[in-house]
């Protein structure tokens, strides 16, 4: 009977101890300002973003790296702190220390970062604190906080916000920028990398391991990072504070576990065949111009026009100036600028100073009506756009509409913006004309050229 009381004081005296940790642990969940954005905008952001990655990056398959890869991040996403995301991790052949997750759970590491792991655990903090920023939503709240904050520099910087219907996805793709591992959406405040350290310390200890080698391996990158070897992760991973006195504590809080994986044999292998791997030979890229090359929605190639080049997507076609490049494609909402005319803005957000925009809004009544709405949208984004005047131009044998527009240039100065729209059966087209005022009179030419070439399928 005294046995079965101290038993029964026992299991009394740990429940209660179970509950004094769960009151004790910090409240961690996604910021108010995207509960009303659906999940699956984060994973058609986070889907689009990582297919630019291949283009700029090496990303690399080996069967002895890759296998552990899968079986940590599944371990780790099969815990409830992860949420319901289609996780994935690529590797990336580059010595630099570095991992990064887009929004929906699409993750990549560096090769650089399993060689100056120590073990196992670390490379699963690594993944653990990636995915808890794509279960607490961080790159979405990211690009929120930029859309209500930034100071609008030209056109190109406020055109993704007046989308009708094509959601952040289609917003994102119109800019067509922005998605490579320094983008906007992976640059996260000290506020996001304590939350991600804390979450993944619930889901490190959850997965059986080690939370504390999560911080220790920060730490670590951090006294290097004098000597640059941690500096890109810091550029989007800023240092919240002493991250291995508040990992310990919330150690404390945490129901106790065995940790027995920070010397697997399978690590050791992994980092050996890291450091065997020989530089792949660089992505061979499609000379435009020359050769055809597939977007997400059309085509780019060769156009009988001497010194263009023409997109050609499901629902419009036009040439453009040999040099330039197309960003986004998706429902055919895309940006074709020279990438040198691209800035990111001190918010991370990106701005357009040359190039052309191309989307489609809903018809509000008849032409001039559809392009007074839109006209409006513009001006309550940038209430500094000042109006010019307008005349009627032939796009295709469609009449149309030509507006002159002027504002603040992203490349400094002033810049001319051209509002083309077009009224169609479905919907209006419109395209917006940017050049740096100093450049007006060299690009106007090209914009005729462009506008003439426009066929609509």
Same mark, same amino acid.
């Given at each position: 009977m005294r046995f079965r009381l101290r038993t029964q004081l026992w299991i009394a005296l740990f429940a209660a101890a179970s509950m004094l940790w769960a009151q004790k642990l910090r409240?961690?969940?996604?910021?108010?300002?995207?509960?009303?954005?659906?999940?699956?905008?984060?994973?058609?952001?986070?889907?689009?973003?990582?297919?630019?990655?291949?283009?700029?990056?090496?990303?690399?398959?080996?069967?002895?790296?890759?296998?552990?890869?899968?079986?940590?991040?599944?371990?780790?996403?099969?815990?409830?702190?992860?949420?319901?995301?289609?996780?994935?991790?690529?590797?990336?052949?580059?010595?630099?220390?570095?991992?990064f997750a887009y929004p929906g759970g699409v993750m990549f590491m560096h090769t650089g970062l399993i060689q100056q792991a120590e073990n196992e655990d670390q490379v699963a903090g690594v993944l653990a604190h990636e995915v808890s920023h794509v279960a607490l939503r961080h790159g979405v709240a990211n690009m929120v906080r930029a859309q209500k904050t930034q100071t609008f520099a030209g056109i190109g910087s406020i055109i993704a916000g007046i989308f009708l219907g094509n959601g952040m996805a289609g917003q994102l793709a119109q800019m067509g920028i922005g998605f490579g591992a320094n983008s906007l959406m992976l640059k996260n405040s000290r506020d996001a990398?304590?939350?991600?350290?804390?979450?993944?310390?619930?889901?490190?200890?959850?997965?059986?391991?080690?939370?504390?080698?999560?911080?220790?391996?920060?730490?670590?990158?951090?006294?290097e990072s004098g000597g640059g070897r941690g500096t890109e992760f810091f550029s989007n991973h800023p240092n919240p504070g002493n991250r291995v006195k508040y990992v310990q504590?919330?150690?404390?809080?945490?129901?106790?576990?065995?940790?027995?994986?920070?010397?697997?044999?399978?690590?050791?292998?992994?980092?050996?065949?890291?450091?065997?791997?020989?530089?792949?030979?660089?992505?061979?890229?499609?000379?435009?111009g020359t050769q055809s090359q597939e977007g997400p929605t059309g085509q780019v190639g060769r156009s009988s026009t001497r010194g263009m080049q023409r997109y050609t997507g499901?629902?419009?076609?036009?040439?453009?100036?040999?040099?330039?490049?197309?960003?986004? #494609?998706?429902?055919?909402?895309? !940006?074709? =600028?020279?990438?040198?005319?691209? /800035? $990111?803005?001190?918010?991370?957000?990106?701005?357009?100073?040359?190039?052309?925009?191309?989307?489609?809004?809903?018809?509000? #009544?008849?032409?001039?009506?559809? !392009?007074? =709405?839109?006209?409006?949208?513009? /001006? $309550?984004?940038?209430?500094?756009?000042?109006?010019?005047?307008?005349?009627?131009?032939?796009?295709?044998?469609?009449q149309g509409l030509l507006t002159t527009m002027q504002s603040q240039s992203a490349l400094g100065g002033t810049e001319i913006d051209y509002l083309l729209t077009v009224q169609l059966q479905d919907r209006l087209f419109y395209a917006v004309f940017i050049t740096p005022e100093q450049q007006l009179s060299q690009n106007q030419a090209q914009f005729q050229r462009m506008i003439e070439s426009i066929r609509f399928q």
């Open positions: 409240e961690i969940k996604p910021a108010d300002s995207v509960k009303n954005i659906p999940i699956e905008e984060d994973i058609k952001i986070g889907r689009q973003a990582s297919q630019e990655v291949p283009k700029t990056m090496r990303v690399i398959q080996n069967n002895q790296v890759q296998p552990m890869l899968d079986r940590i991040l599944k371990n780790l996403t099969s815990q409830q702190e992860a949420g319901q995301y289609p996780y994935s991790i690529g590797l990336v052949y580059d010595p630099s220390i570095n991992a990398e304590q939350q991600a350290d804390l979450l993944g310390a619930r889901m490190m200890n959850s997965a059986g391991y080690n939370p504390l080698e999560m911080a220790r391996f920060f730490e670590k990158l951090e006294a504590e919330e150690i404390q809080l945490l129901p106790r576990n065995q940790y027995n994986s920070a010397n697997s044999t399978e690590f050791q292998r992994a980092r050996n065949a890291v450091n065997a791997i020989k530089s792949p030979p660089k992505a061979v890229k499609t000379t435009k499901q629902s419009f076609a036009i040439d453009f100036p040999q040099g330039w490049e197309v960003f986004g #494609g998706e429902q055919d909402n895309l !940006t074709i =600028a020279p990438r040198n005319s691209i /800035r $990111q803005g001190q918010d991370g957000s990106s701005q357009i100073g040359m190039g052309v925009l191309i989307s489609s809004a809903q018809n509000q #009544g008849n032409l001039n009506q559809s !392009t007074q =709405a839109l006209l409006q949208n513009l /001006r $309550q984004q940038n209430p500094s756009l000042r109006m010019g005047g307008n005349r009627t131009v032939t796009v295709a044998g469609s």
